[in-house]
């Protein structure tokens, strides 16, 4: 079966089971091998820029142009996939549905769409076990799950022992500028990690806040991880956040647990490594009980220090 990918998530479900898509997003890029297939579609946005410019940029794609995404109409056609896979989680993140199914029609191919809209861990089980039986790669499926399960299951327990006071209240914000905290999954994540998650539910969809609400809200910790950045992007764009008024006034600056974290890879990429992420997050929040990540995943930010810090050997 020829299976293409516009979703990164996707991808790496792909690879997982055992499946190399014929065409990819052009921020496929995991596993690395994935770099190197033929690219589907175009984005409208310089991704190297701060927050702010960004999201000036993809209002004015959605005005100028409706979307931020354009499909590559004869590169579609000449890998010409049975499926493509797509989501529908946010039109911003990657290409939707619609754009998708209008794509086909136009390049003239015969494939089905296969929509992923994963919000919770459950819905990254049931996707992979759904890719699984699209793919004939239903064995393999069960056993991926399952050893994720396992994994969730092994957190889980040890953050079971962790008395209700000792579970630090967390905001995780997956954009700067404007702010926005991390539903979805993160919520999950982050109480499976031993925390608190007080500004969204597990499944709300990302949204743009008010800085009065999380001063409010006054986490114990935050971690920036916006939608697409690395580590190193996220050092030079996070005066966004930490120059608001008050920052320094959150208990989570005031004790130092202020982090920055890979949201490229880990926090907004709702795909198996998501599991890697949870294990990522409790060793953040409870360091006594849980491996810390490393460097390049996610790390401490000097509050009252230099803003940005190389990482340690």
Same mark, same amino acid.
């Given at each position: 079966?020829?299976?293409?990918?516009?979703?990164?998530?996707?991808?790496?479900?792909?690879?997982?089971?055992?499946?190399?898509?014929?065409?990819?997003?052009?921020?496929?890029?995991?596993?690395?091998? +994935? /770099?190197? !297939?033929? =690219?589907?579609?175009? #984005?409208?946005? *310089?991704?190297?820029? $701060?927050?702010?410019?960004?999201?000036?940029?993809?209002?004015?794609?959605?005005?100028?142009?409706?979307?931020?995404?354009?499909?590559?109409?004869?590169?579609?056609?000449?890998?010409?996939?049975?499926?493509?896979?797509?989501?529908?989680?946010?039109?911003?993140?990657?290409?939707?549905?619609?754009?998708?199914?209008?794509?086909?029609?136009?390049?003239?191919?015969? +494939? /089905?769409? !296969?929509? =992923?809209?994963?919000? #919770?861990?459950? *819905?990254?089980?049931? $996707?992979?076990?759904?890719?699984?039986?699209?793919?004939?790669?239903?064995?393999?499926?069960?056993?991926?799950?399952?050893?994720?399960?396992?994994?969730?299951?092994?957190?889980?327990?040890?953050?079971?022992?962790?008395?209700?006071?000792?579970?630090?209240?967390?905001?995780?914000?997956?954009?700067?500028?404007?702010?926005?905290?991390?539903?979805?999954?993160?919520?999950?994540?982050?109480?499976?990690?031993?925390?608190?998650?007080?500004?969204?539910?597990?499944? $709300?969809?990302?949204?743009?806040?008010?800085?009065?609400?999380?001063?409010?809200?006054?986490?114990?910790?935050?971690?920036?991880?916006?939608?697409?950045?690395?580590?190193?992007?996220?050092?030079?764009?996070?005066?966004?956040?930490?120059?608001?008024?008050?920052?320094?006034?959150?208990?989570?600056?005031?004790?130092?647990?202020?982090?920055?974290?890979?949201?490229?890879?880990?926090?907004?990429?709702?795909?198996?490594?998501?599991?890697?992420?949870?294990?990522?997050?409790?060793?953040?929040?409870?360091?006594?009980?849980?491996?810390?990540?490393?460097?390049?995943?996610?790390?401490?930010?000097?509050?009252?220090?230099?803003?940005?810090?190389?990482?340690?050997?």
């Amino acid at each position: 079966m020829r299976v293409a990918s516009l979703l990164p998530s996707a991808t790496e479900i792909c690879y997982a089971l055992g499946v190399e898509p014929v065409g990819v997003s052009h921020e496929c890029d995991w596993p690395p091998e +994935a /770099e190197d !297939l033929p =690219t589907l579609d175009r #984005s409208r946005v *310089d991704p190297d820029q $701060d927050s702010a410019a960004i999201n000036e940029q993809v209002a004015q794609a959605e005005q100028e142009h409706g979307g931020v995404y354009e499909i590559d109409l004869d590169t579609l056609a000449e890998v010409d996939p049975d499926v493509v896979v797509t989501q529908g989680v946010c039109d911003v993140c990657a290409v939707d549905t619609l754009l998708v199914q209008d794509a086909i029609a136009q390049a003239g191919v015969d +494939a /089905e769409v !296969l929509t =992923t809209d994963v919000h #919770s861990l459950d *819905d990254l089980y049931a $996707d992979i076990e759904r890719f699984g039986a699209v793919f004939d790669r239903e064995e393999r499926a069960a056993e991926l799950v399952a050893d994720l399960r396992e994994r969730v299951a092994a957190v889980r327990e040890r953050t079971a022992e962790i008395d209700p006071d000792d579970r630090p209240s967390v905001a995780v914000f997956d954009w700067l500028d404007p702010v926005m905290v991390a539903g979805h999954w993160m919520p999950e994540l982050v109480d499976a990690a031993g925390g608190t998650y007080p500004m969204a539910d597990t499944g $709300d969809r990302s949204t743009p806040r008010e800085w009065a609400s999380v001063r409010e809200a006054d986490p114990d910790a935050v971690v920036a991880a916006p939608c697409g950045f690395g580590i190193d992007q996220t050092f030079d764009s996070v005066d966004e956040l930490i120059g608001r008024p008050g920052f320094e006034d959150l208990e989570a600056a005031e004790s130092g647990r202020v982090y920055v974290m890979d949201g490229h890879y880990f926090v907004n990429r709702p795909g198996p490594r998501l599991v890697d992420t949870l294990e990522h997050l409790a060793g953040l929040l409870h360091p006594d009980r849980f491996d810390a990540p490393p460097d390049d995943v996610a790390r401490e930010l000097p509050v009252d220090g230099p803003m940005r810090e190389e990482p340690t050997a």
